[in-house]
């Protein structure tokens, strides 16, 4: 059966044709619809409008099989891993009733004593849940009493101790002893996610943890480990965001570079990456963070659909501070709903043979190979810090500044925010330890602009000067809303009317010093310097426009593409409002 049949046959060209059609009658010039309609990655990949046949990079593979693009594993589904930092055995026991089937453990100084990891782990059956433990420093004692558990129920362990043998030779010894004794625990865990949180791009944060990867190996070989066993002790952590296409293809990617690290060392059979994928902080929000739910939700099932081993989804509250029952509880049913109601938990890798998928996956593991070799020439992922953070905080400023202009908006923060809201309150978490790199969140700049306006007796007020009927100025007097709202700043308007004296007398009774023109471009060019020059005598001391207009007595326009945050901050200097 030819599924096709009975349709013209069409080719990239007719395509060509008719998009250039479209964007002429749209008024984009270009010389083709690729050049009009492409986009760049902060990884500075290109993203094109249309993929075909003639995109896809080459065989992929089998699932199970190098070079493991299609996935480590030859079953779907994958372990609903959840994190705990604080000493709270029913909690634990909550989540492996309810769907959870591996634990992350955050052991150390703010978070679980090692003392309390026999009370945390008294009703986890350790032959059926895995362990992950994050104990920094103290990961040989923590280890140690994971063995001293397990060894007193008769059972052994399962999951991974989290170590890094680059930094000692402990970790090596429990490597070995892992190798050795336990087929089921791996002793090192190459923890991408800093790179993450510190604003790198996908290409950079997976070059980066190919580069700490290898210094793995070579200390683990070092010690005495043969490759194979040296491959076969460490996992991987990657962060899923809500970017799916991108997780995607990223988490194909890193298992395609690991795959040629194998490949070199004369071990391909080995190079079977091990992903552990966290739902991103950097895209949490502290603010309207019911939204996260829906964040975490994408970014699980772009983790689950690129393959990874495991999946931990950060309740919605987790950057506000130690989440409560109902957010753990929402975090591990978005799993089971996605492996359970979805089926996507009964296919591997669904994503394979898109021609966008499958080309963006070469391009990003070509990219991140580049970068990994850039670091290797200069002396391995320890000796290029700086080049590291150089190159990271390039990809942050481009990221940031995308932020501030709201090209890469963030919902309920720089688009849709309401003032009113009362934001969620936690307990402390544990704060996590200070690493080389900073730890950001996206939304970090205008909620400190919302955490100063909450903080005033009374909400600060922009004035919307509105000109003519509603018809005319409800377009922009919403886009101004947005603006403004979105540093959590009141809005007033004038309502329908272009009499400048009204205007201003409305103006004054609001109380504010800044106001914003919002109208037509044909109403401006009669109303509005009539307009500023009232208000200017009613005392307003800044006067936008939204719009691109100039006209006098109008200090600054706000439109599509502004950088909004230069724009609040500067209201917020004109209303007083210190920051």
């Known amino acids: 059966m030819e599924l096709a049949a009975g349709f013209a046959s069409t080719t990239r060209d007719d395509w060509?044709?008719?998009?250039?059609?479209?964007?002429?009658?749209?008024?984009?010039?270009?010389?083709?619809?690729?050049?009009?309609?492409?986009?760049?990655?902060?990884?500075?990949?290109?993203?094109?409008?249309?993929?075909d046949l003639d995109d896809l990079p080459g065989d992929p593979g089998l699932p199970g099989a190098p070079p493991y693009v299609r996935g480590s594993r030859t079953a779907a589904g994958w372990d609903v891993r959840q994190r705990h930092a604080v000493a709270d055995p029913e909690a634990v026991l909550a989540d492996l009733e309810n769907g959870v089937t591996s634990l992350w453990l955050v052991v150390g100084d703010g978070a679980i004593p090692v003392e309390s990891l026999p009370t945390v782990m008294k009703d986890v059956l350790l032959d059926l849940a895995p362990v992950v433990l994050?104990?920094?420093?103290?990961?040989?004692?923590?280890?140690?009493?994971?063995?001293?558990?397990?060894?007193?129920?008769?059972?052994?362990?399962?999951?991974?101790?989290?170590?890094?043998?680059?930094?000692?030779?402990?970790?090596?010894?429990?490597?070995?002893?892992?190798?050795?004794?336990?087929?089921g625990l791996r002793a090192v865990t190459v923890d991408a996610t800093p790179y993450h949180d510190a604003?790198?791009?996908?290409?950079?944060?997976?070059?980066?943890?190919?580069?700490?990867?290898?210094?793995?190996?070579?200390?683990?070989?070092?010690?005495?480990?043969?490759?194979?066993?040296?491959?076969?002790?460490?996992?991987?952590?990657?962060?899923?965001?809500?970017?799916?296409?991108?997780?995607?293809?990223?988490?194909?990617?890193?298992?395609?570079?690991?795959?040629?690290v194998a490949e070199v060392c004369g071990v391909p059979e080995a190079g079977a990456q091990r992903q552990h994928a966290v739902t991103s902080s950097a895209m949490m929000t502290a603010r309207d963070p019911w939204v996260n739910m829906l964040r975490t939700t994408v970014a699980c099932f772009a983790a689950g659909v690129g393959g990874a081993d495991a999946v931990t989804v950060q309740p919605f509250d987790a950057c506000l501070g130690l989440p409560d029952d109902f957010a753990r509880r929402i975090a591990r049913n978005t799993q089971s709903l996605l492996l359970e109601e979805s089926s996507l938990g009964r296919v591997i890798d669904p994503a394979g043979g898109s021609f966008y998928v499958e080309r963006r996956t070469a391009d990003l593991a070509e990219s991140a190979w580049a970068w990994f070799q850039e670091i290797e020439a200069a002396g391995g992922i320890d000796r290029a810090a700086d080049l590291v953070a150089g190159r990271v905080?390039?990809?942050?400023?481009?990221?940031?500044?995308?932020?501030?202009?709201?090209?890469?908006?963030?919902?309920?923060?720089?688009?849709?925010?309401?003032?009113?809201?009362?934001?969620?309150?936690r307990r402390p978490a544990p704060v996590p330890q200070a690493g080389e790199l900073p730890r950001v969140r996206y939304a970090e700049p205008y909620e400190r602009l919302r955490d100063l306006a909450d903080a005033r007796p009374e909400r600060p007020t922009v004035f919307l000067a509105t000109i003519g009927p509603l018809a005319a100025h409800t377009a922009r007097a919403t886009f101004a809303a947005n603006l403004f709202q979105a540093g959590g700043l009141a809005v007033e308007t004038a309502g329908p009317g272009a009499d400048p004296e009204q205007i201003a007398t409305a103006f004054a009774v609001s109380g504010s010093t800044v106001a914003c023109l919002c109208s037509s471009d044909q109403l401006y060019d009669r109303h509005a310097a009539e307009v500023a020059a009232a208000l200017r005598k009613a005392g307003a001391r800044k006067v936008w426009l939204a719009g691109r207009g100039q006209y006098d007595g109008v200090d600054g326009n706000i439109h599509a593409g502004c950088d909004a945050l230069a724009v609040l901050r500067e209201t917020f200097d004109d209303l007083e409002v210190g920051r």
């Open 16 to 51: 060509r044709a008719l998009a250039l059609e479209v964007l002429r009658k749209s008024g984009v010039a270009a010389g083709s619809p690729e050049e009009a309609l492409s986009r760049t990655t902060y990884d500075g990949l290109t993203v094109a409008p249309l993929y």
């Open 393 to 425: 905080a390039a990809a942050r400023a481009r990221r940031d500044d995308d932020i501030a202009h709201r090209r890469l908006p963030i919902t309920g923060v720089s688009e849709f925010a309401d003032p009113r809201e009362k934001p969620v309150r």
């Open 199 to 260: 604003g790198a791009a996908d290409a950079e944060e997976l070059g980066c943890s190919i580069a700490r990867g290898v210094a793995e190996l070579r200390a683990l070989t070092g010690a005495g480990l043969s490759a194979e066993q040296a491959f076969g002790q460490i996992d991987f952590r990657y962060a899923a965001t809500a970017d799916q296409f991108a997780t995607i293809a990223k988490l194909r990617a890193a298992r395609r570079l690991w795959a040629r």
């Open 134 to 183: 994050e104990a920094g420093r103290a990961t040989a004692p923590a280890a140690q009493a994971l063995f001293e558990l397990a060894a007193a129920r008769g059972v052994a362990p399962t999951g991974n101790l989290g170590a890094s043998c680059v930094h000692g030779p402990a970790a090596a010894e429990l490597a070995a002893r892992c190798a050795a004794d336990f087929p």
